[in-house]
């Protein structure tokens, strides 16, 4: 097996390069999507507004991941077509060295791409600038390329999972397009975690989406000060006598936030209140913690390994012709 699977895999290699049309979409679909998204979000500020356009920055790029999946399906249906017309009638090699050498050759030009695709995303976004109050910009920028590496890997194996069984792309698409908008509205971005119906939470918990998002943001946005732009600010007087500062304290101390003029008096002046003063705030309303940006990281590996198993279980089940009991 392990001749059968160096031998397959090489060829399938070779003929990938010999595909420079298949590739280059690929290439062209992650890097431009990435600067496009990247430069729209341009430096983002850690305003309420500029934190929500990162946020939106991360979903949008959620989208990009769909593309790759309907890119996987036809190629993947034209190698198979190939295999069971030819190889596996002549019985030149197995059906799991053929399966597993397609996986791992669209997962490695998929990790490939990932490179990329985290080159033009994730700086002209601008969010290593957060890891730089704490000085922890190498590890961040780590977790962020391993988050994007292990998505595409997702990606790869999710697509494989689909097409494995199934005879035609245009059924596979409808499938995956139907659960990867599910996966989109309950990630945890659109919704809340908090604002959720009840029997949706399990969908929020089971999906890959939320964990992706959850570790990205955590990363690149956590333990950061966060400040509110001239328009975020909330107005209100004091009551008579009081300073806005005294106004406020009993709020501030449960709910934290800052206020821009504490020292201001009485019904004459307008207090200005920011309900945030760390991203850490923002972040908690949205299910998103720094302390579990690792374990998101290791779930997703659980989900590339479940689609992997998936993938040659259907194989095995809906096209290996079974021998007939005697």
Known sequence: MTTQFAVVGRRVFQQYWRSPGYIFCKAELCIVSALFIGFSFFKGENTKQGLQNQMF????????????????????????????????????????????????????????????????????????????????????STLIFLLIWVTFAWASTFGHMLIAGLDAVEVAS?????????????????VSPNSMPKFWIFVYRANPFTYFASGFLSTSLARAPMHC????????????????SQYMQGYLDANGGTLLNPDAVGINETCRYCPYSETDQFLSSLGAYYSQRWMDFGLLWVYVAFNTAMAIFLYWLLRVPKKKKT
């Open 57 to 140: 920055g991360v979903f949008v790029v959620l989208i990009v991941l769909m593309q790759l999946i309907f890119q996987t399906l036809p190629s993947f249906v034209t190698q198979r077509t190939l295999f069971e017309a030819r190889e596996r009638q002549s019985k030149t090699y197995a059906w799991q060295a053929f399966l597993l050498s397609n996986i791992c050759v669209e997962l490695a030009w998929h990790m490939f791409l990932s490179i990329f695709t985290f080159l033009c995303w994730y700086y002209p976004l601008g969010c290593y600038r957060n890891a730089e109050v704490t000085n922890t910009v190498h590890e961040r």
């Open 229 to 244: 732009a001239g328009n975020e600010f909330l107005t209100f007087a004091a009551s008579q006598n009081q300073t806005c």
């Open 174 to 190: 409808s499938i995956s397009t139907f659960l990867v908008f599910i996966c989109y509205c309950f990630c945890g971005i659109l």
